[in-house]
């Protein structure tokens, strides 16, 4: 279905192969061969930061006034927002997601671009007073070269998510793209192309993650990383950090709650869980995995949650181009075994299933909307991220056993309440661990609002402003006027 089969990787300006050998990109909606991908060993991520750290060296973004560098940016995401259908459609082959979802991760990546394109004007530094005889101010510098390591299951919207405010505060980049998922991220550098950034201030080169991801981790002449991943991976990034004293941003994985209370519009939160647990096939890091409810509510939830999962209708992603109750292929098929083992373990450590639980017997990594019940809190059900299509469910009496069930796991990445109490409503905020929290809407929020987690989830904050100073260092100056003429 693709015309081009065989993609390249991205360095100094250029389309290059790769010194390792290529991979084959596969649909997991059908289990056939998309195309094949360029890989790249320790030599071209050396050769990838080389040209990052020249083109910093250069001066030529750190030098334009920031107006001009948020134009660039900017012109990145129109650039990326008309080209949405070619770049949705090839990440639905890719990844398997819905195209409706698609189009919905193509604009989300084309707003960072607008976002941050926005604030880069707005970064400054303070004057500090120091008495008569000085004049003391600060700067805020970019790190230099940043390295960005990418996740699969929003392989083009993560990848935005850090590349626009580092571009936007003068850094260079170099994007290690997934394995899984790596074509969609190639529309990143034709934006860059169109937009006039200059060649080498960002490169993307796919590889394997213990090979060119590590080499990059470990590369002398990265000044930060961002990682985006699983939490054992982000342990390893972290010590290959350590030995270059280089900073690093953990975006991890999830086991996220949601309470929901005996005065919540179970209605209207029928849509918190569709979009919670079933938008791209549950492959969330801040997905609803866990829904606790108060024990009045919990057997009308268990029928509406099972006749919601029912009606999704699980076929290929390339098919569904409208909005609805629908789940495409899950990323591959190891990913959708993995999801499947961990209901199977749920069921003989004495869970139930309400719901699904299986793979879908059709070519294609496909598994069926599942439901879990009499999900004990030490299960590895209730512990574990799934990064499937997988709700459990746990019942509560009161307050603080909600809370207390909902800071059971070492995750703290988004948490949810759902009730009319205000009250109830922000005694949850405060005492859920966690780095986003949500009141009567999943997901609510945006590109303007800092994301990150907290315990295994990972440390750091991207989106909103917050984010535009994890790749600025504050510099002194202080001048002496005494010493100066004239
Ligand atoms: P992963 O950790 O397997 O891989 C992530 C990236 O790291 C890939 O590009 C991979 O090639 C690379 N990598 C692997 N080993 C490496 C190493 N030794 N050194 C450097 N890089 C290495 O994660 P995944 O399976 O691709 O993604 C799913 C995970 O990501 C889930 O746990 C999910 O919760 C998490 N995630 C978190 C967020 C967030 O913002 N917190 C967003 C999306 C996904």
Redesign the pocket.
């Known amino acids: 279905m693709l015309e081009d089969k065989f993609w390249h990787n991205y360095i100094d300006g250029q389309w290059v192969a790769g010194s390792a050998p290529p991979i084959n990109v596969i649909n997991p909606a059908t289990g056939e061969c998309l195309c094949q991908q360029a890989m790249a060993n320790a030599r071209d991520v050396d050769s990838a930061v080389i040209a990052a750290k020249k083109a910093h060296a250069s001066g030529q973004l750190t030098n334009m006034r920031p107006v001009e560098r948020a134009r660039i940016v900017q012109a990145m995401g129109q650039y990326i927002a008309e080209h949405t259908e070619e770049i949705a459609t090839v990440l639905t082959l890719e990844q398997g997601k819905p195209l409706w979802e698609s189009r919905i991760e193509v604009s989300g990546c084309a707003r960072f671009f607008e976002y941050y394109g926005n604030l880069a004007e707005s970064l400054e530094g303070q004057s500090i007073p120091l008495g008569h005889d000085y004049m003391d101010f600060t700067i805020l510098e970019p790190y230099g070269v940043t390295a960005h390591?990418?996740?699969?299951?929003?392989p083009f919207e993560?990848a935005a998510r850090s590349i626009a405010p580092a571009l936007a505060t003068g850094n260079t980049c170099v994007v290690?793209t997934?394995?899984l998922t790596p074509l969609s991220s190639a529309w990143l550098a034709r934006a860059a192309e169109a937009a006039g950034l200059p060649g080498g201030v960002l490169n993307l080169i796919c590889g394997?993650?213990?090979e060119a991801?590590?080499a990059?981790?470990e590369h002398p002449d990265v000044n930060m990383i961002v990682f985006?991943?699983?939490?054992n991976?982000g342990m390893?990034?972290a010590r290959?950090a350590a030995n270059t004293v280089t900073p690093v941003i953990l975006?991890?994985?999830?086991k996220s709650a949601a309470i929901v209370h005996s005065d919540a519009d179970l209605e209207a939160f029928e849509t918190d869980l569709r979009y919670g647990i079933f938008f791209n096939a549950g492959q969330i890091?801040s997905a609803m995995s866990r829904v606790i409810i108060h024990e009045s509510l919990y057997e009308p939830f268990i029928e509406k949650a099972v006749k919601l999962a029912r009606s999704i209708s699980v076929r290929p992603g390339i098919e569904q181009q409208e909005d609805g109750p629908s789940m495409g292929a899950m990323v591959c098929e190891a990913q959708r075994d993995k999801a499947v083992a961990m209901v199977e373990k749920a069921i003989l450590q004495g869970a139930k299933i309400a719901t699904g639980g299986k793979a879908l017997n059709i070519p294609g990594a496909y598994m069926e909307p599942t439901i879990i019940v009499d999900v004990r809190p030490g299960m590895e059900i209730a512990q574990e991220?799934v990064?499937g299509p997988v709700l459990t469910v746990m019942s509560f009496r009161h307050e603080a056993e909600a809370i207390e069930l909902a800071n059971s796991t070492q995750f703290g990445?988004v948490g949810g309440v759902f009730t009319r109490d205000l009250g109830c409503a922000t005694r949850a905020a405060r005492a859920v661990r966690c780095g986003q929290f949500f009141v009567n809407e999943w997901f609510a929020g945006g590109v303007e609002t800092p994301?990150g987690?907290v315990g295994k989830?990972?440390y750091g904050r991207?989106k909103g402003r917050e984010a535009l100073l994890n790749y600025v260092q504050t510099k002194n100056i202080a001048i002496r006027m005494s010493g100066i003429t004239g």
């Open positions: 390591i990418i996740p699969w299951n929003f993560m290690k997934p394995e394997h993650g213990t991801g590590n990059l981790c985006t991943g699983s939490v991976t390893s990034v290959a975006e991890l994985g999830g890091c991220e990064f990445l994301f987690g989830s990972g991207e």
